[in-house]
């Protein structure tokens, strides 16, 4: 669900930052899949216990995985966020569709 509104947000707005939000949107939803995947129900955090050698432990590498994108996520998003306003900065607008017939005629600002 939280995926499909990333994507009807991606798809149907034109605002650049709109659309970076949406993209946000989606990489939390797949984050949050992963994790759950990684869970065991009654699961006990991965750090061994000598006191309880037959605890079931989650599994930590969906968790460590996602932690990864989730830097590489806000490092993409710094990089997204600095070319919409060198956009904006040379188009005037952060509207997708403006920019795209600007550069179709020419024009700058």
Do not use: C, H, W
Not at 73 to 102: H, P
Request: zero cysteines.
């Amino acid at each position: 669900m939280l995926f499909a509104i990333g994507t009807l947000t991606v798809v149907t707005r034109e605002n650049l930052f709109k659309k970076l939000i949406g993209i946000n949107i989606m990489e939390s939803a797949i984050f949050l899949v992963f994790i759950a995947a990684g869970n065991i129900r009654g699961g006990a955090v991965p750090i061994l216990d000598p006191e309880n050698p037959g605890a079931v432990y989650i599994n930590p590498v969906p968790s460590a995985l996602m932690l990864t994108g989730i830097v590489v996520s806000v490092s993409v998003t710094a990089f997204a966020l600095a070319l919409i306003i060198r956009l904006y900065r040379a188009y005037g607008t952060t509207d997708a569709n403006q920019i795209a017939q600007m550069i179709r005629e020419g024009t700058r600002r």
